[in-house]
């Protein structure tokens, strides 16, 4: 057990597990509206990064809030510590030497930057799944919009709550103007030299 809060030092680092993956680790951090793609996207990059022997692993609403988050509601405290909490288990993952999909709204640029602190400014690609609000609601694959426009849901980002798209994203895909399998490929293909750098 360790003293005064500090971190025990293990004797394999993360640049042991990335010699031994043979590829570097880090985040694709996914951001964008409701509807605008994310899940398909990240699920079509985790699998061209599968077929590369890549370690992946995704992150996103279905998994994190059913568990680890499942305390949180909608509220902007509430969005501000889910990305919280997200930032560390990224790090994490990336300190295991894993390539990691975090997909999720993430509707303020404080809370990323913050998540990109916590993850390493290196090692932090934010990705903006960008697609209008009409598009995003004229798909709305998960009904969501609908629930909005009929009272069910009060809190909802893009209509009652904001989403403050980046201004300087790592990498942007259109997905109102490319296809989801496009948009995957444009972004395998942008982080394939920090693979192996």
């Known amino acids: 057990m360790t003293k005064n809060n500090q971190s025990p030092s293990f004797m394999i680092s993360r640049s042991d597990r990335t010699r031994h993956n043979n590829h570097n680790s880090f985040v694709l951090w996914f951001t964008g509206l409701s509807g605008s793609g994310k899940s398909t996207i990240a699920d079509l990059v985790e699998q061209e990064l599968m077929k590369q022997r890549i370690h992946t ?18 509220s902007n405290e509430d969005r501000t510590e889910n990305i919280r909490r997200i930032g560390e288990v990224s790090a994490l993952f990336v300190d295991a030497g894993v390539v990691v999909i975090s997909s999720f709204i993430s509707p ?43 009272g069910t849901i009060t809190e909802f980002t893009g209509i009652s709550s904001p989403y403050e798209a980046p201004e300087k994203p790592d990498i942007e895909v259109q997905t109102d103007k490319i296809s989801a399998s496009d948009a995957a490929l444009k972004i395998v293909s ?8």
Not at 57 to 74: E, M, Q, T, V
Not at 133 to 138: A, K
Not at 190 to 197: D, G, T
């Open 57 to 74: 692993y995704i992150l996103d609403g279905d998994n994190i809030r059913k568990g680890l988050n499942s305390d949180l509601g909608f």
């Open 108 to 150: 303020f640029q404080v809370d990323r930057d913050i998540a990109a602190a916590v993850v390493g400014k290196d090692k932090f690609i934010e990705v903006f799944i960008n697609a209008p609000l009409e598009v995003c609601e004229q798909r709305d694959p998960k009904g969501l919009y609908k629930k909005v426009r009929e």
């Open 190 to 197: 942008a982080v394939q030299l920090m693979l192996n750098s």
